[in-house]
T-cell receptor
Framework: AQKITQTQPGMFVQEKEAVTLDCTYD???????LFWYKQPSSGEMIFLIY??????QNATEGRYSLNFQKARKSANLVISASQLGDSAMYFC???????????FGSGTRLQVQP | GAVVSQHPSWVICKSGTSVKIECRSL??????MFWYRQFPKQSLMLMAT?????????EQGVEKDKFLINHASLTLSTLTVTSAHPEDSSFYIC????????????FGNGTRLTVT
């Protein structure tokens, strides 16, 4: 079984600043993946970034980077140079490698202020 | 463009009626599809996993007779909410993966169901 904990129900950030969204996970699996998704008010799930449990380098995708600390079981999302369009719900999720059914955290609502 | 199409995007139905939600993979063969439910201001919860040509595997606490899942082809899975009640009002979203081990996971745009 897997569990994802997102302790920040809401976050504010000024436009152009960086923000870190926290995520800790608990799993007994040896091989797993960690995902971050963005969900705007329209509801669709937008994939942002993926980190495999055996990846030694932190994943990066444009303005998104994942701060993966395996020993601490954390997978924080860092968004650099925030934009107004980044305002949305952000979900951290994990999945056993090969199964692809994801367990989601409770989400963090990010609001970017001008 | 979208690689997983979900239809309808929203539906309102009367209590006691059944509603069918479709999830289609547009340009790949989806061997496995997942159905999630999201209540307002909450996270996505996995309801069931469906593999093409076999019975769906339901998560604990999800009534299989109420939420009928059919995955009859490699491009289509359907979720039917039978005898819907107001407490079934929720956002239902599907995801799909292809044959390859490392094929990406694609989400549909979701269906907002309101039962009056």
């Amino acid at each position: 079984a897997q569990k994802i904990t997102q302790t920040q129900p809401g976050m504010f950030v000024q436009e152009k600043e960086a923000v870190t969204l926290d995520c800790t996970y608990d799993t007994s699996d040896q091989s797993y993946g960690l995902f971050w998704y963005k969900q705007p008010s329209s509801g669709e799930m937008i994939f942002l970034i993926y980190q495999g449990s055996y990846d030694e380098q932190n994943a990066t995708e444009g303005r998104y980077s994942l701060n993966f600390q395996k020993a601490r079981k954390s997978a924080n999302l860092v968004i650099s140079a925030s934009q107004l369009g980044d305002s949305a719900m952000y979900f951290c999720a994990s999945g056993t490698t090969g199964r692809r059914a994801l367990t989601f955290g409770s989400g963090t609502r990010l609001q970017v202020q001008p | 463009g979208a690689v997983v199409s979900q239809h309808p995007s929203w539906v309102i139905c009367k209590s006691g009626t059944s509603v069918k939600i479709e999830c289609r993979s547009l340009d790949f063969q989806a061997t496995t599809m997942f159905w999630y439910r999201q209540f307002p201001k909450q996270s996505l919860m996995l309801m069931a996993t469906s593999n093409e040509g076999s019975k769906a595997t339901y998560e604990q606490g999800v009534e299989k007779d109420k939420f009928l899942i059919n995955h009859a082809s490699l491009t289509l899975s359907t979720l039917t909410v039978t005898s819907a009640h107001p407490e079934d009002s929720s956002f239902y979203i599907c995801s799909a993966i292809g044959r390859l081990y490392n094929s990406p996971l694609h989400f549909g745009n979701g269906t907002r169901l309101t039962v009056t």
